[in-house]
């Protein structure tokens, strides 16, 4: 009884530590001490439930926990920034399959009453989906898989039988938890299901993917939580469920669409196609020679990067040049759009790590208003989020969406390694602008090239 | 009563979720997303009391997969959380 309180009051020790954590990250000064602060919550929760007097036998707990702990910081060390999407999808993946298997496992502890039975199939459903859903947007994110939306004919029809199976295969198990026949087909369909519902994505609305699948992974912990009777897994669980919901509803607002529309227009993609109207005229090429002349008498600047500037890795001589600039005075600041890159955030990470400060990183409804007032904007490998068709024309597919207006600005620059439409498919009309010069090539070597002209 | 309780815990943790994420500064939501993600490993505390009890063969072959999968989910989580935050810095006035 005594080691039994102590566990439980522990547990309220850990929450609390999880919520002022969570507190804590939402602001750049407090964010690394909120984390640590989690991570302490998160160990003592650990370390009390190893004192638990049903536990026997500690050599396969540390087993797992070697394994684990080994990977897991070897990965987290050695990760590049520019891969932090798949990277946070991956470890996703694995505390979804961790659910599913606590779920699994809880079916033999104890003789489960028929509430924690449908709780032990929603943590190996919800589980099973993170898993391969997180599997998927990984493979998408790294490039191992095509990014764009896989669709197939029958598709809805299929994920509703799909759907329907489990619902059916899950409510018999429930009713006859000795048929384990029935647990398997739940754990097979759960993973198809997750497989089914990220393949039809296409690889730009991956931020919003991640988020969902984020709070995927706390609604398992969750419900695993509720099927062992454990309440740090519930609590726990649920902060990260509602956190992960929050911001899939930031990222959709970003992209001015529903989530529903987000998760299954990748079904309609296929028959829309084409209908918008063409865009005439001739892109206007320019060299770094020229973009340094207009740069070197420009007195305000706006950077807007996007996942072009991770693929070339160029965060690094963006910083360079800023500071060049900012030497010849001007005025830099940076435009980052809610979406840009792969992940939310992604591209303040990026900069992060080229030191530039997070003060100049500016969200896009504080830049839209003074765009006229900007003499060069500077697109660096974003194509999407600028793309003015989204306030102009009416039949392209994201119109409405807000994007950054750096057609508004004197000239706008735009780095690209061709003319290739961006990740969406898209033409993007901003190309064609007369304000508008192009320097293709490799983002980090074009920017190199125009810091040797400033030397 | 008992599920009763657990409903009520449950509803109050989403709410204070909610309310906790709502006014993050979009700099900060990748370092959000992995920390909470870290976070979400939580679910090694379950996994550790099916490895180690001992129920059945099983059952420990689950949950030592299981308590593997959540320690990289944690350890992984929270390190590259730490990582780039590490890098967020506020350039102090003129002090480079």
């Known amino acids: 009884m005594g080691i039994e309180l102590l566990v439980n009051l522990t547990y309220v020790a850990a929450a609390v530590l999880f919520i002022f954590g969570l507190k804590m990250l939402g602001s750049p000064a407090t964010a690394r001490k909120g984390n640590l602060v989690s991570a302490i919550g998160m160990f003592l929760a650990v370390v009390v439930t190893l004192l638990d007097q049903s536990i026997i036998d500690y050599k396969w707990i540390g087993l797992g926990i070697v394994l684990g702990g080994v990977v897991g910081a070897v990965v987290a060390r050695s990760v590049a920034m520019t891969s932090m999407p798949e990277m946070v999808a991956l470890f996703n993946g694995t505390g979804g399959i961790a659910s599913l298997l606590v779920g699994w496992a809880a079916l033999y502890g104890f003789d489960p009453n028929s509430f924690q039975m449908v709780t032990i199939v929603l943590s190996i459903l919800i589980g099973g989906v993170t898993f391969t859903g997180s599997l998927i947007a990984y493979g998408k994110l790294s490039e191992r898989m095509p990014g764009r939306p896989l669709v197939f004919g029958g598709q809805r029809i299929f994920n509703i039988l799909l759907i329907l199976g489990i619902v059916v295969s899950a409510t018999l198990f429930v009713v006859n938890p000795d048929t384990i026949a029935y647990l398997y087909i739940v754990v097979a369909l759960s993973l198809l299901l997750g497989v089914m519902l990220v393949i039809p994505i296409g690889g730009a609305d991956m931020p919003v993917v991640i988020s969902l699948l984020n709070s995927y992974s706390g609604l398992a912990a969750c419900a695993a939580g509720l099927a062992i009777n454990n309440i740090i897994l519930i609590v726990a669980g649920a902060l990260v469920g509602a956190s992960g919901i929050i911001l899939t509803q930031i990222m959709c607002k970003a992209m001015n669409r529903s989530l529903s529309n987000v998760l299954f227009s990748g079904f309609s993609a296929v028959a829309s196609g084409g209908a918008a109207a063409k865009i005439e005229g001739e892109a206007k090429p320019m060299s770094a020679d020229d973009a340094y002349y207009v740069l070197e008498a420009a007195s305000s600047v706006v950077i807007v990067p996007g996942y072009g500037m991770a693929v070339a890795q160029a965060q690094h001589a963006v910083k360079e040049l800023q500071e060049i600039l900012e030497k010849n005075g001007a005025e830099v600041v940076y435009a980052i759009h809610p979406v840009a890159g792969r992940m939310p955030g992604h591209m303040n990470v990026l900069l992060a790590e080229a030191d530039v400060s997070y003060d100049l990183l500016l969200e896009m409804d504080a830049v839209n208003p003074r765009m006229e007032t900007f003499d060069v904007a500077i697109v660096i490998g974003a194509n999407d989020v600028v793309n003015p068709a989204a306030r102009e024309m009416e039949g392209s597919p994201i119109y409405g969406m807000p994007v950054i207006n750096v057609d508004m600005a004197r000239n706008v620059f735009v780095m690209k390694r061709s003319m290739a439409s961006g990740f969406a498919g898209i033409d993007n009309p901003l190309f064609f602008k007369d304000n508008t010069r192009m320097l293709f090539g490799d983002a980090k070597e074009m920017l190199g090239n125009i810091i040797k002209a400033f030397g | ?96």
Not at chain 2, 33 to 46: C, K, P
């Open chain 2, 1 to 96: 009563m008992e599920i009763v309780f657990l409903a009520f815990i449950l509803m109050l943790s989403i709410f204070l979720g909610f309310e906790l994420i709502n006014k993050v500064p979009a700099t900060l939501h990748t370092p959000l997303m992995s920390g909470s993600n870290a976070i979400s490993g939580i679910t090694l505390v379950g996994a550790l009391t099916s490895a180690g009890a001992e129920h059945t063969q099983l059952a420990t072959i689950l949950g030592t997969l299981a308590v593997a999968m959540a320690t990289i989910n944690v350890i992984g989580g929270y390190m590259v959380t730490d990582r780039m935050l590490a890098m967020f810095k506020k350039k102090q006035g003129d002090a480079k």
